[in-house]
């Protein structure tokens, strides 16, 4: 790791603008990460490019493609490790001593170990000047999925709440809709839009139908949903399954029956072992990595989202606060067993608190 001094002001701005390309790509890159590049010569930019989606070139190509000639004796900043393998393209170290740049100075060091470390050391051997490091908090927030799942086999978990100021999901009766206004369920959107899946529970499909897709212009892309379903009730008339893109149904309990008529509807269904009645969170959440799912974005009930929270399977809380009050009989926002001790409280951290219209957006990570 390079000292923060001996960063340049040219080398900030140029890793920021390759981080700022990365961004385009939040809502299409999945599975593979979030990346940009920058080519730098005699100080100004000749050539950029981000990654756009899986199997499409990637951003050291795309940026030596718009740079042609001037490439040659460049500095191409990247916010991550350049890969030194072949999967859908070929290794972007090849394009880089290809086209003749002197330097790579790179944010993130590949958390994929196929790459870690290879890219740096292909480029050193071809007598490219490589640094690292820069900037790499930001690649791994903007990566924060795949990194998490290459270097633990787990994808990050994002439990979606919305709750009145006294911190109530639903009335008694179950009415819920809507607590919180447009702006902030537009906000959750964009949530939904950059993740993998989106997790729910049976129940919820029961009770409420909901379509729980992606609908906002920024994005043309659909996640996976996935329904954890012990006995597979989902209906197949349902709008979470006729809707654009792949259905997940995992259950514990197989039924050929029900299975055929999900399998009808071209939804996938999965048998995974039980735990208090549902499929076992930590095996929902290997079965999804393995899928080369990075970020998902559990939207469920107080029952499943309690669950995720007692297990400590999540990695942030995003809670939407709407300024009104629904009483005592109202439902709570999670079902959390009995506390003996204060000491023994999930405790939590604000990394983000923002107004989102007329709503509060809180960012909360274990602590």
Same mark, same amino acid.
């Given at each position: 790791?390079?000292?923060t001094s001996?960063?340049?002001d040219l080398?900030?701005?140029?890793m920021?603008?390759?981080?700022? +390309?990365?961004q385009?790509?939040? %809502?299409?890159?999945d599975?593979?990460p ?5 080519l730098?010569r005699?100080g100004?930019?000749v ?6 989606r899986a199997g499409? /070139?990637h951003?050291?190509?795309? /940026? +030596? $493609? #718009?740079?042609?000639? &001037?490439?040659?004796g460049? !500095?191409? %900043?990247?916010?991550l490790?350049?890969c030194?393998?072949q999967?859908?393209?070929? *290794?972007?170290?090849d394009?880089?001593?290809a086209?003749g740049?002197?330097r790579?100075? %790179?944010?993130l @060091?590949?958390?994929?170990?196929r790459v870690?470390g ?6 050193r051997k071809a ?6 490091g820069l900037?790499? =908090?930001?690649?791994?927030? +903007?990566?924060c999925?795949?990194v @998490?799942?290459?270097?633990t086999?787990l994808?990050?978990v994002?439990?979606k709440l #919305?709750?009145s100021l =006294?911190g &109530? ?16 369920? @537009?906000?959750a ?5 950059r993740s993998s /899946?989106i997790v729910t529970?049976?129940g ?5 139908d ?5 609908r ?6 659909q996640p996976w949903r ?6 597979l009730? !989902? *209906? ?12 997940l149904?995992l259950? !514990? ?5 029900r299975?055929?008529s999900?399998?009808?509807q071209?939804?996938v269904?999965g048998i995974? *072992? ?6 076992r969170?930590a095996d929902?959440?290997?079965?999804l ?6 970020e998902v974005?559990v939207e469920?009930g ?6 995720f929270?007692?297990?400590g399977?999540?990695d942030?809380l995003?809670?939407y606060?709407a *300024?009104a009050l629904?009483g005592?009989d $109202? +439902?709570p ?7 003996a001790?204060?000491d023994? @409280?999930?405790?939590?951290r604000?990394t983000?608190f923002r /107004?989102?219209g007329?709503d509060?957006r809180?960012?909360? &990570?274990?602590a």
């Amino acid at each position: 790791m390079n000292a923060t001094s001996d960063w340049t002001d040219l080398d900030r701005a140029m890793m920021s603008r390759a981080l700022a +390309l990365a961004q385009q790509g939040l %809502y299409t890159t999945d599975p593979n990460p979030r990346v940009g590049c920058v080519l730098v010569r005699e100080g100004g930019i000749v050539g950029e490019g981000w990654h756009v989606r899986a199997g499409e /070139a990637h951003a050291e190509p795309a /940026a +030596l $493609a #718009a740079a042609g000639d &001037r490439a040659r004796g460049a !500095t191409a %900043y990247v916010s991550l490790e350049p890969c030194n393998h072949q999967g859908r393209t070929p *290794p972007c170290t090849d394009a880089l001593i290809a086209a003749g740049v002197a330097r790579v100075i %790179y944010a993130l @060091k590949d958390p994929n170990p196929r790459v870690s470390g290879a890219g740096e050391e292909r480029l050193r051997k071809a007598g490219i000047e490589v640094r690292g490091g820069l900037m790499a =908090d930001a690649s791994r927030e +903007l990566n924060c999925g795949f990194v @998490k799942r290459m270097t633990t086999g787990l994808p990050w978990v994002r439990v979606k709440l #919305a709750m009145s100021l =006294d911190g &109530r999901t639903a009335l008694a009766s179950g009415e819920s809709r809507w607590i919180t206004a447009d702006t902030a369920r @537009k906000d959750a959107q964009r949530f939904r839009a950059r993740s993998s /899946a989106i997790v729910t529970g049976v129940g919820t499909i029961l009770a409420d139908d909901p379509a729980l897709n992606v609908r906002i212009p920024e994005s043309n892309r659909q996640p996976w949903r996935v329904v954890l379903d012990s006995r597979l009730r !989902t *209906p197949s008339d349902s709008r979470v399954i006729n809707r654009e893109g792949q259905v997940l149904v995992l259950g !514990t309990q197989d039924d050929a029956r029900r299975r055929a008529s999900l399998e009808a509807q071209s939804v996938v269904v999965g048998i995974l *072992p039980a735990e208090d009645g549902r499929p076992r969170l930590a095996d929902v959440l290997e079965h999804l990595a393995r899928l080369e799912m990075n970020e998902v974005w559990v939207e469920a009930g107080p029952t499943l989202a309690g669950a995720f929270v007692r297990a400590g399977l999540f990695d942030e809380l995003i809670v939407y606060v709407a *300024p009104a009050l629904l009483g005592g009989d $109202a +439902l709570p926002l999670l079902q959390l067993p009995a506390l003996a001790r204060l000491d023994d @409280k999930i405790k939590l951290r604000f990394t983000d608190f923002r /107004a989102v219209g007329d709503d509060l957006r809180l960012t909360l &990570r274990p602590a």
